[in-house]
């Protein structure tokens, strides 16, 4: 699934790959792996993770202050705070986590997993997503 850097194609010319194609691929890409995994895209925090994602994608040097920087920018996007922010998609994970597809979140987060007690942090979880996006670039 995730391992598979590019399997899911969606008609976007790889070496010309415009800005909207980029986004609107990297969204279709999180979405198919998120729901892999069960998150819930009823939650909130699924779409700010979503958005998360994005930025980091474009600009991975968000990922070394993610309270300072990302948080903020999906809140201004969403038009709410980054406390909100940070709280909604760390309860999204917390969810798939708990009810989630235990096999496939093991697969994917396997150096993370470990005997699947302890959940990811925020900051682990959206850089791995980008990590294997970026695999392919």
Not at 106 to 127: A, C, H, L, S, W
Request: proline share 2%.
């Amino acid at each position: 699934m995730f391992a598979q850097c590019g399997a899911v194609e969606l008609g976007c010319d790889k070496v010309n790959m415009d800005g909207e194609c980029s986004r609107v691929n990297i969204y279709k890409r999180t979405t198919y792996h998120m729901v892999k995994c069960g998150f819930q895209a009823r939650q909130k925090g699924y779409r700010y993770l979503r958005e998360a994602v994005w930025i980091a994608y474009q600009e991975p040097e968000v990922l070394d202050s993610v309270t300072k920087r990302l948080y903020p920018e999906v809140a201004k996007r969403f038009h709410t705070t980054d406390k909100q922010v940070e709280r909604a998609i760390r309860n999204t994970i917390e969810t798939a986590w708990n009810r989630g597809e235990q096999d496939t979140l093991k697969m994917v987060f396997q150096e993370i997993y470990g005997d699947g007690t302890i959940r990811p942090t925020n900051t682990e979880v959206i850089g791995k997503i980008v990590g294997f996006f970026r695999c392919g670039d």
